[in-house]
């Protein structure tokens, strides 16, 4: 350890060029040239340390890339995070990367070009001070669009996901330093309601308001909050009517659901599903529709195990971490419900994000980049693997 840490703090100079590199880049979602910016510097740079990659190009959003590492030994681990960040073009010119006292700011630097870099140096301190190759195969998958769910590139992650012994998200960590072994599950509905415009001053009782409809379905929703252990329910965005002197005919609201396990998304969506069709308001009428887009992410025992790992090459490298649940969705939902074991929250200390303030720790970029490179090497050893799984039998 004292060789992996004696690299990376000569390394730490070129960490923070880099990370000013990428995170001076706008690069929202469906800026597709800008994460294609962002994804080219990564293949290259990666190309550079002697990794195979591969390019995944996508017709709407920015083109995905797979490095991939071939080692001699039998375990296989996959490495995700994701080029895309949620601000607009010109934020990164408006506030491109600075230091603020201990912090580090600037669009992105938390979720997660920190991240993203972290991993990639885990991976390189392991080839230059160990000449780490104790795995068949390590892939690092690069997402072009996580920010609004991975509709595309899940599908492409998944089956090599499937293949893995185990999975890595290299997300931020909590403010205070705990990585997430758990993650809510997440699924948006559409509350739609249909009425009957009228003159709102001349003849209102001939229309049926579809407005004042959605309030009282609004109220009917809430009932469901807690149908099941960890459920959420919040109606977040409403719209409806046209003007102020007409009895609206259409209204609708956008409602976020959450759920802590598999049990009670199932519950949730039987409820919704069967939402009953009755309404308060005469002459309305109420549809409802939505799916879960990411699976809840529960801590399994092989998960513990991985947690377990973390804790224990914390420990070893001087500090202290914990695990924990949260209620945020990630790429590790989707590949904890491919039965993968994964652990999330494994990038630098950091907060604040989707927010002028979002930020990154710079004393915690060191130890992070450690803790990744020899939780890599703990899972990946020949102990370690054999007990991943078996544990990961047990839940079949």
């Known amino acids: ?123 390189r301190a392991l080839q230059t001070v160990e000449g780490f190759n104790n795995f068949a195969e390590i892939i690092f998958f690069f997402n072009s669009e996580e920010e609004i769910g991975s509709p595309v590139s899940r599908a492409v992650y998944g089956p090599i996901g499937r293949e893995m012994d185990a999975a890595i998200v290299l997300e931020s960590a909590r403010a205070n330093g705990d990585i997430v072994s758990a993650r809510k599950g997440s699924a948006e509905y559409k509350l739609m309601v249909k009425g009957k415009s009228a003159h709102a001053g001349v003849e209102p009782e001939k229309g049926a308001n579809a407005v004042l409809e959605l309030a009282y379905q609004i109220q009917a929703l809430q009932q469901l909050n807690g149908i099941a252990p960890g459920v959420t329910v919040n109606p977040d965005v409403i719209g409806g009517g046209t003007k102020s002197n007409v009895i609206p005919d259409e209204a609708w609201a956008l409602i976020d659901v959450r759920a802590t396990d598999s049990d009670g998304a199932v519950t949730i969506s039987r409820a919704l599903a069967n939402w009953p069709a009755q309404t308060t308001v005469p002459g309305t009428q109420v549809t409802i529709s939505g799916r879960f887009s990411f699976a809840p992410m529960a801590k399994t025992p092989a998960t513990a195990k991985l947690a377990q790992l973390a804790k224990e090459a914390a420990r070893d490298l001087g500090f202290n971490i914990n695990d924990m649940a949260t209620g945020g969705a990630s790429d590790a939902n989707t590949v904890a419900g491919l039965g993968v074991p994964v652990i999330d929250g494994l990038g630098p200390v950091g907060g604040l994000d989707h927010s002028p303030d979002e930020y990154i720790e710079a004393a915690s970029i060191t130890p992070r980049v450690a803790l990744a490179a020899e939780l890599i090497r703990r899972i990946l050893s020949e102990k370690e693997l054999g007990e991943l799984k078996e544990l990961r039998r047990s839940v079949r």
């Open 1 to 123: 350890m004292t060789s992996l840490l004696s690299f990376l703090n000569s390394s730490y100079a070129n960490f923070l060029d880099d990370l000013a590199t990428l995170v001076n880049v706008d690069c929202g979602t469906h800026n597709k040239a800008g994460v294609d910016r962002v994804g080219e510097w990564i293949g290259a740079r990666c190309a550079d340390w002697g990794w195979e990659v591969e390019r995944l190009r996508q017709a709407e959003y920015g083109d995905c890339r797979i490095a991939r590492l071939r080692g001699s030994g039998s375990g296989r681990l996959m490495l995700i995070g994701h080029l895309d960040t949620v601000y607009p073009d010109g934020t990164a010119a408006a506030r491109p990367m600075r230091f603020e006292g201990a912090k580090i700011l600037g669009p992105g630097v938390c979720d997660m070009k920190g991240g993203l870099l972290v991993g990639m140096y885990a991976l």
